[in-house]
């Protein structure tokens, strides 16, 4: 479950992004769409605790991350959301199968190499475990990070303009996969998009003007 109420913020004190209020069930699939400039990955980090609430409040299950501390915000995220940015960002150095460890390591949570690797298998990518991420095409990149965004198998998962650069074929393709994979972890899904497409994929939709 994902709630938000009064939700607002300010990068210079002056300007101020206020959002409509949000109630996610679990289990629930929602769009968030807005054109560019009006907020849209701002509350994405809101929601993902990379920003600090400054008006309002987030709630994600029993738990209200403004009550949270920084280190708590940290290891919440990492056992309880899933995020998939816009451009996937790796530790190059490791491998992929590397990298989904390290988000179980640091969301406080035992690495369990199965589970990564039949993940990596389900997402066709078993082969590429021990692949660096830089050896991965941009779409294996892609599935690479909803795979990391659900290995602790989140409550909720954020992705923040997964289509944009797209075709209609891989956009739909995208869409699938990410709906499919959090069916499969009962995670209520959160896109952030500009992305007009996706209104018929997905029918919870909110719009941020």
Same mark, same amino acid.
């Given at each position: 479950m994902l709630k938000t109420e009064n939700l607002g913020y300010s990068y210079d004190g002056n300007t101020r992004l206020s959002f409509p209020d949000i109630h996610c069930q679990t289990g629930e699939h929602w769009l968030v769409l807005g054109q560019s400039g009006s907020g849209k990955t701002t509350l994405l980090h809101l929601l993902g605790g990379l920003l600090t609430t400054q008006t309002g409040t987030i709630t994600i299950d029993d738990t209200t991350?403004?009550? %949270?501390?920084?280190?708590?915000? #940290?290891?919440? !995220?990492? +056992?309880?959301?899933?995020?998939?940015?816009?451009?996937? $960002?790796?530790?190059?150095?490791?491998?992929?199968?590397?990298?989904?460890?390290?988000?179980?390591? %640091?969301?406080?949570?035992?690495? #369990?190499?199965? !589970?990564? +690797?039949?993940?990596?298998?389900?997402?066709?990518?078993? $082969?590429?475990?021990?692949?660096?991420?830089?050896?991965?095409?941009?779409?294996?990149?892609?599935?690479?990070?909803?795979?990391?965004?659900?290995?602790?198998?989140?409550?909720?998962?954020?992705?923040?303009?997964?289509?944009?650069?797209l075709d209609d074929q891989n956009c739909e393709q995208v869409v699938q996969l990410l709906e499919e994979q959090a069916q499969l972890v009962n995670a209520t899904l959160l896109v952030v998009t500009h992305d007009a497409r996706l209104k018929e994929h997905i029918p919870h939709q909110i719009t941020i003007q």
């Open positions: 991350l403004n009550h %949270l501390s920084t280190a708590s915000i #940290d290891q919440f !995220r990492g +056992r309880h959301i899933g995020i998939i940015f816009q451009t996937a $960002h790796f530790v190059q150095s490791l491998t992929v199968g590397d990298n989904l460890a390290l988000a179980q390591s %640091l969301a406080g949570m035992k690495v #369990d190499r199965s !589970r990564i +690797r039949e993940l990596l298998e389900r997402l066709s990518l078993g $082969h590429k475990m021990n692949a660096r991420p830089s050896q991965l095409s941009v779409g294996e990149q892609q599935r690479a990070a909803i795979a990391r965004a659900i290995v602790n198998q989140p409550s909720v998962i954020l992705a923040d303009e997964p289509t944009s650069a």
